[in-house]
């Protein structure tokens, strides 16, 4: 597959412009990546400039601390699919998956994504279990159980994808280790990694440690890297 291909194209910042936006989506449209990720108030305007394109419009809820109430999140994340969505990503409410309740995280997942395929049974929904803080200072057999409760939830719930970050936790990004682990408990969930991805390098890094999608906002970059080949990407 085309590395460009595999990339979420993202701005997220607060911020952020339509005009930045806008530079976004056509950056997107020219190098073919997977999606456009935006925040919520410009998901209209990216769906509208992406009609006829097949690069999907992406839109982000609960973003980024994940500390609404589940229902709330709902309600954003469908507002999302309503506007033109076309792939949704939620940040998980941490304490449940660092107290390791899956039930719970269960629960919270589940409310959300079938909130939003009720209005679009096609949508494919991410988690964001910001999985630098489940790893954060503690051993790694309790950092691998956390992420095993996370994607445990996540495939019972009716994710797509399980992601590792939302690359503003100060606890960092994307690591191989966590993705590996991802990959290892998705149980054929697909993994996406985000946060700190900036080169072609650090890119296929995380193909190879498993990861499917990489959210980046470096995704020109990456995709001119990528043109003098290497690592079969």
């Known amino acids: 597959m085309n590395i460009a291909q595999r990339i979420d194209h993202t701005i997220l910042k607060a911020e952020a412009t339509a005009a930045d936006v806008d530079r976004l989506i056509e950056e997107a449209k020219q190098h ?3 999606s456009v990720c935006v925040n919520g108030c410009f998901i209209a305007r990216a769906a509208k400039a992406l009609q006829g394109s097949p690069v ?3 839109g982000v809820a609960g973003f980024p601390l994940g500390a609404n109430r589940a229902t709330l999140k ?5 507002m999302l699919v309503k506007d033109g969505a076309d792939e949704v990503d939620f940040v998980a409410h941490a304490p449940h998956l660092l107290q390791k309740d899956g039930q719970a995280a269960k629960d919270e997942f589940l409310e959300i994504t079938k909130a939003v395929r009720s209005v679009n049974p096609g949508v494919v929904v991410k988690v964001i279990i910001e999985s630098s803080l489940l790893m954060h200072d503690v051993d790694a057999a309790e950092g691998e159980a956390r992420i095993a409760v996370a994607c ?3 495939r019972e719930s009716g994710c797509d994808f399980v992601k590792t970050s939302t690359g503003f936790h100060p606890t960092g990004g994307a690591t191989v280790q966590a993705v590996q682990w991802m990959k290892k408990h998705s149980g054929g969930l697909y993994v996406k990694a985000s946060g700190g991805i900036r080169s072609y390098d650090d890119a296929v890094t995380m193909i190879e440690a498993g990861a499917d999608r990489l959210g980046c906002s470096a995704g020109v970059v990456i995709a001119q890297g990528a043109r003098g080949g290497g690592a079969g990407y």
């Open 32 to 34: 073919e990546f997977a």
């Open 56 to 58: 999907k419009t992406c």
């Open 74 to 78: 709902a309600m954003l994340a469908t």
């Open 152 to 154: 445990q939830a996540a």
